[in-house]
């Protein structure tokens, strides 16, 4: 941008972001629909997250998703919205939904080329608090000839188009990745309600000084996790200790983590066995972003991204951040594994 304290008369929205890659790309412009749908659903939900207690829409709607969290009113406002808005892009064939139990298979007059994985409001769990909230998205093309179905977004990480996460906190963020780009960070400026290119490609520290998970856990912690927490805290190098920071928002414990570098984690443990966090439309996405940024995401034993999915809200283990912090890590894991 030029001279920031002045009105900018040639800001960089994000439409004009994307469009600009596009035509180097020589797409046909329907990525471009998608995002552009998809940034109206979180310009609505972020005002909808803004007047939630005006609005009387904190508190429960009475019932439990698919992945057995208690569904709260803004959950299911903007679930509707993510949905509505993608069918009348008229790019997309498939969504899948953290709220919904099967994938949702677009009309045939209104579909494109595209799946999304969608969680419509991630860390839901802290919207009564104030505590920030995002949505996260994952978008691949439909690779097969058949009829669209649930199994077409069973793919691997390494075939996404883009993903990205909104950020609903002190600002609203965008951050979104591509496959042909790097990480670009857009912040909404609610006076003309876009989304302006505020950080262009953007890259994670080698290594950080802060640690993330929910220590609560540590009773049913595998023996690696318990040691990787002991050097972080208790350094043998002479070294400073690391910070402990841990918000219970994936987008925004992660997007800490990709400005400030340092580690992510929510390993599997003797509780939850195959790991908490959904692969398709939280790990996945944000594997994608953290190593287009540099960094990296792991189980503990192979990357997020080479998983092949099973089932739509299959859920993996998944460590990520800086690179150096995330090698530490898998040291530990296979000097264990090794016992």
Known sequence: M???SAFDTNVIT?????MEEG???????????????LCTAIK?????????????LYGIAGSTNVT?????????????????????SFSTCVIVSEEKKDAVIVETEKRGKYIVCVDPLDGSSNIDCLVSI????AIYRKVSPDEPSGKDALQPGRNLVAAGYALYGSATML???????GVNCFMLDPAIGEFILVDRDVKIKKKGNIYSLNEGYAKYFDPAVTEYLKKKKFPEDGSSPYG???????VADVHRTLVYGGIFLYPANSKSPKGKLRLLYECNPMAFIIEKAGGIATTGHQAILDIVPEDIHQRVPVVLGSPDDVKEYLEIVKKHATK
């Open 2 to 4: 030029t001279d920031r």
């Open 14 to 18: 994000m439409t004009r972001f994307v």
């Open 23 to 37: 035509r180097r790309a020589k797409g046909t412009g329907e990525f471009t629909q998608l995002l552009n749908s």
């Open 44 to 56: 609505a939900i972020s005002t909808a997250v803004r007047k939630a207690g005006i609005a009387n």
């Open 68 to 88: 057995g969290d208690q569904v709260k009113k803004l959950d299911i406002l903007s679930n509707d919205l993510v949905i509505n808005m993608l069918k009348s």
């Open 134 to 137: 995002g949505t996260i998205f």
């Open 175 to 181: 951050v979104l990745a591509t496959s042909a780009g």
């Open 244 to 250: 402990a920071r841990y918000i219970g928002s994936m």
